[in-house]
């Protein structure tokens, strides 16, 4: 099992910046991806980002390529996510994700709220 708690969430004025952080812990060896999801009220949850590990590669869904930024901290087991020039649509709770054999594991969530 993998055990997930982000961090950095909170209210931020449009064109702010905001850094998430998700650490985890327990069965770490394995893990293949990290990334980030975001849910917002009455929306299903989307893609955010994605770090593979094996070749360092990222992925940015197109409504957040250039303004955020997903990196990895592999010996504090930490990835994080950079939110440069927020907008109001990415207010959301962002889930903190991790891929280990196959399986899903994910963050209890932080709440970002951007106020125009």
């Known amino acids: 099992q993998v055990q997930l708690v982000e961090s950095g969430g909170g209210l931020v004025q449009a064109g702010g910046s905001l850094i998430l952080s998700c650490t985890s812990s327990?069965?770490?060896?394995?893990?293949?991806?990290m990334g980030w999801y975001r849910q917002a009220p009455g929306k299903q949850r989307e893609f955010v980002a994605l770090?593979?590990?094996?070749?360092?590669?990222?992925t940015y869904a197109n409504s957040v390529k250039g303004r955020f930024t997903i990196s990895r901290d592999n010996a504090k087991n930490k990835v994080y996510l950079q939110m440069n020039s927020l907008k109001p649509e990415d207010t959301a709770v962002y889930y903190c994700?991790?891929?280990?054999?196959?399986?899903?594991?994910w963050g209890q969530g932080t709440q970002v709220t951007v106020s125009s």
């Open positions: 770090f593979t590990v094996g070749g360092g590669s990222t």
């Open positions: 994700n991790v891929v280990r054999y196959g399986m899903d594991f």
């Open positions: 327990g069965s770490v060896f394995g893990i293949s991806a």
